[in-house]
């Protein structure tokens, strides 16, 4: 479980822990605007790079500082996330096999370790608590009561659908789909007089 403030590290205020370089942010500009998945944090001098939702879900990662909520950067030192990859080597994903699974059910007794993408496709919960900032994911085996598996398919199609949409092709789509709900709709009724026909001919 990632959480958006570590335990301060000496009795002063939080934010306080040392640190000696931070993942800076970046957006892909190649993602839609605003999509889950378009914040990146990388380190120049690590060469290394991570989705925000993939270091926020990481069991092992701790922000060591508050986040600068009005700006939305999260603090990641670029030790702990490179501590958090070598633990990931060590851990195989449940889902694809591969390793690099540094996303676990939050279930201690479970054994279930993912890539945040695989726990998606898994239909595994997602939870975040913005009160705690805590991020947590639960295998499908214990889904809090109450809560919907994830949808992979809806958060991936969604900008896609957008695109469509703002092409003109969903109009064209849905009149596809209308039509062929009439003509089934009308083979049913058809159907349906000739079984009536039929029974009264008995």
Same mark, same amino acid.
């Given at each position: 479980?990632?959480?958006?403030? #570590? !335990? ?5 205020? *939080? ?6 370089? &931070?993942? @800076?942010? +970046? ?38 500082? #508050? !986040? ?5 950067? *999260? ?6 996330? &490179?501590? @958090?990859? +070598? ?116």
């Amino acid at each position: 479980m990632a959480q958006e403030t #570590a !335990p301060p590290c000496s009795p002063v205020s *939080r934010g306080d822990c040392p640190i000696i370089e &931070k993942m @800076e942010k +970046r957006t892909c500009a190649l993602c839609p605007k605003g999509h889950e998945w378009s914040q990146i944090y990388f380190s120049p001098s690590a060469n290394i790079a991570a989705h925000e939702n993939c270091l926020l879900y990481s069991s092992g990662l701790v922000e060591c500082e #508050a !986040p600068d909520l009005p700006n939305t950067v *999260r603090n990641f030192d670029v030790k702990s996330v &490179k501590k @958090e990859i +070598r633990r990931g080597r060590r851990l195989k994903c449940s889902f694809c096999n591969n390793k690099g699974a540094t996303v676990g059910c939050d279930v201690q007794s479970c054994t279930k370790n993912y890539h945040l993408s695989c726990a998606m496709e898994d239909h595994a919960i997602l939870q975040v608590d913005e009160d705690h900032g805590t991020y947590k994911v639960f295998c499908q085996k214990h889904t809090p009561e109450g809560q919907e598996p994830t949808q992979l398919d809806a958060a991936v199609k969604a900008p896609f659908l957008k695109k469509c949409q703002e092409a003109g092709l969903l109009t064209e789509l849905f009149e596809h789909i209308l039509e062929n709900m009439d003509s089934i709709h009308g083979r049913l009724v058809d159907e349906t007089a000739s079984e009536s026909g039929t029974e009264r001919a008995f």
